[in-house]
């Protein structure tokens, strides 16, 4: 995902009405974005752009309808980037696509020892009218179960293999049987089991913070398992180190230049 900041200038759609509210308040989806994915804040008009970094429940990246995010180039000190509907040119853009961001920093000359640990889950149905309550983790045999609306969810350890390599679903193929001694379960809902692609850092903290080699450009990534948890978090401290307020946390130990 690109976040692209852009003066009202150089917005080639419309802007919303009302501009979004401060930093750290809740932003009302209905109230504050457009169909367009944009919004405004004190004249500067920011829209995200979701591209081959969007994940799918196979977790694989797609192309996204609106743009191809390996298109991103700097020309005439701003960001640009081909679309399905033109180019968009931005002041600012922001690297935020989980483990396929090394398709924009790579090319860019960046070496960040980016890496991923990919996981499985299984969602299976419960066996007759058994009912799980709460999670269940067998800390001996590697794996966990927990009350999902799917159904019940086998998950097992990390897996270290390249992001794209084919799925091997070792671990949940070997703890079934198990949980199956454990709880009551049925047949599986899932056709296959899902697989998904965590991207790590060497100190498994993120990268956020300003590209140091090219200006307006920045990168948010590396936030292993907790990406949903750490973005509402993340964003506001990127946000406040754009706009050049003082962050709310100290951000030096996520700045890229700890890798050299």
């Not at 932003?27 to 504050?32: G, K, L």
């Not at 799917?150 to 198990?178: M, N, S």
């Not at 990534?221 to 750490?230: A, D, E, I, R």
């Amino acid at each position: 995902m690109l976040i692209d900041v852009r003066e009202p200038s150089s917005a080639s759609r419309p802007r919303v009405e009302r501009p979004i509210k401060k930093i750290g308040q809740k932003i009302d989806a209905d109230e504050n974005r457009s169909d367009d994915d944009s919004a405004t804040e004190n004249g500067v008009h920011i829209r995200i752009l979701k591209g081959i970094g969007d994940v799918e429940p196979d977790a694989r990246p797609r192309e996204n309808r609106l743009c191809q995010d390996r298109t991103l180039e700097q020309t005439g000190g701003r960001w640009k980037v081909a679309t399905l509907e033109g180019t968009i040119t931005a002041r600012e853009a922001v690297v935020a696509m989980g483990p396929w961001s090394d398709q924009i920093f790579r090319p860019l000359g960046y070496s960040i020892p980016l890496q991923v640990k990919r996981g499985y889950h299984l969602h299976l149905k419960p066996r007759g009218n058994a009912i799980l309550n709460h999670p269940v983790l067998d800390t001996d045999l590697g794996f966990l179960l927990a009350p999902m609306t799917r159904g019940i969810r086998l998950t097992t350890g990390a897996e270290f293999a390249h992001r794209d390599a084919p799925p091997t679903p070792v671990q949940v193929e070997r703890a079934l049987p198990r949980a199956h001694k454990l709880f009551p379960l049925g047949e599986p809902v899932d056709a296959a089991p899902w697989k998904g692609a965590r991207p790590c850092l060497p100190d498994m903290l993120p990268v956020i913070g300003r590209a140091p080699r090219h200006a307006g450009l920045w990168f948010d990534f590396g936030h292993q398992h907790h990406g949903l948890t750490l973005g509402p978090a993340t964003g506001r401290l990127l946000a406040e180190m754009m706009t050049g307020e003082t962050p709310f946390a100290d951000v030096r130990p996520f700045a890229v230049e700890r890798f050299g």
